[in-house]
C-alpha cells in the first residue's frame, strides 16, 4: 500500500509567523502535490513537484513556498501565514508514466491561523 | 484553465434509493476523471477512474457515465445505503501520464442517507 505521511497532523499558528508544513512519501514516485481543502471549493491544487529541486506553481500559489529536497520529502511553506490560510492540507504522490498512473493522498493536516 | 461544476452541493436520499451526482468540465482535452469519497476527517478514497476512451464504467453498488460530447461526468449510486454517507468529489486531469495528479476538483456533494 502506499504511504503518504503529513505531520503535522493539526496545527495552530498565529499570524505572521513562518508556518512548515511536511510530507512524505514511501512510494518512490516522482511527482508529489499540495493542495488546500476549504468547505464549497474541493480540492485547489497550490504547488507541485516532478522530482528533487523541482517545484512548480499550481492554481493557487500565492502566499505559499513549497520545498522539494529529496524524491521521500516535499514541504509547503507558509512565510507569513494570514487566517485566510486557515485550511486542511492535502499532499499528494504519483509516479510519472506514459499512462494514468493513480496518486495516492496522505491523511491531511488542519492548520489553523489565529 | 480548466474549470469543473459539481451538483449538487448536498443531496438526501432514502436508503434503497439512487442517488446522482453530475460535473460538467469545460477543457475539451481532459482525459482522465475520477470520482473520490471522502468520509468526515478522512482523506480521499478513489472510487472510480475513468478514460476518455470508456464511457461507462460500474463499480460495486454505482455507475460513473462519460459524456464527451456534452462534458459531462456523472456518478450512479444504484440504491444508497447509510454507509454511502461522505462527501463526493469528482476531478480531472487533461495532463498527460508524467503528471496526471494535476487534477481539478469539483465543489464536492454532501450525500446523506438516511433508513
Known amino acids: 500500500e502506499a504511504a503518504v505521511t503529513q505531520s503535522p497532523r493539526n496545527k495552530v499558528a498565529v499570524t505572521g509567523g513562518k508556518v512548515t508544513l511536511s510530507c512524505n512519501q514511501t512510494?518512490?514516485?516522482?511527482?508529489m502535490y499540495w493542495y488546500r481543502q476549504d468547505t464549497g471549493h474541493g480540492l485547489r491544487l497550490i504547488h507541485y513537484s516532478y522530482g528533487a529541486g523541482s517545484t512548480e506553481k499550481g492554481d493557487i500559489p500565492d502566499g505559499y513556498k513549497a520545498s522539494r529536497p529529496s524524491q521521500e520529502n516535499f514541504s509547503l511553506i507558509l512565510e507569513l501565514a494570514t487566517p485566510s490560510q486557515t485550511s486542511v492540507y492535502f499532499c499528494?504522490?504519483?509516479?510519472?508514466?506514459?499512462?494514468?498512473?493513480?496518486?495516492?493522498f496522505g491523511k491531511g493536516t488542519r492548520l489553523t491561523v489565529v | 484553465g480548466e474549470q469543473v461544476e459539481q451538483r449538487p452541493p448536498h443531496l438526501s436520499v432514502r436508503e434503497g434509493d439512487s442517488a446522482v451526482i453530475t460535473c460538467t468540465y469545460t477543457d475539451p482535452n481532459s482525459y482522465y476523471f475520477f470520482w473520490y469519497k471522502q468520509e468526515p476527517g478522512a482523506s480521499l478514497q478513489l472510487l472510480m477512474k475513468?478514460?476518455?476512451?470508456?464511457e461507462i464504467n460500474e463499480g460495486q453498488g454505482f455507475t460513473v457515465l462519460l459524456n464527451k460530447k456534452d462534458k459531462r461526468l456523472s456518478l450512479n449510486l444504484t440504491a444508497a445505503h447509510p454507509g454511502d454517507s461522505a462527501a463526493y468529489f469528482c476531478?480531472?486531469?487533461?495532463?498527460?501520464?508524467?503528471?496526471?495528479?494535476?487534477?481539478?476538483f469539483g465543489h464536492g456533494t454532501i450525500l446523506r442517507v438516511h433508513p
Open positions: 475513468v478514460f476518455s476512451s470508456t
Open positions: 499528494a504522490s504519483g509516479d510519472a508514466g506514459q499512462g494514468y498512473t493513480e496518486v495516492f
Open positions: 476531478a480531472v486531469s487533461a495532463s498527460t501520464g508524467a503528471n496526471t495528479g494535476k487534477l481539478t
Open positions: 512510494n518512490n514516485h516522482n511527482n
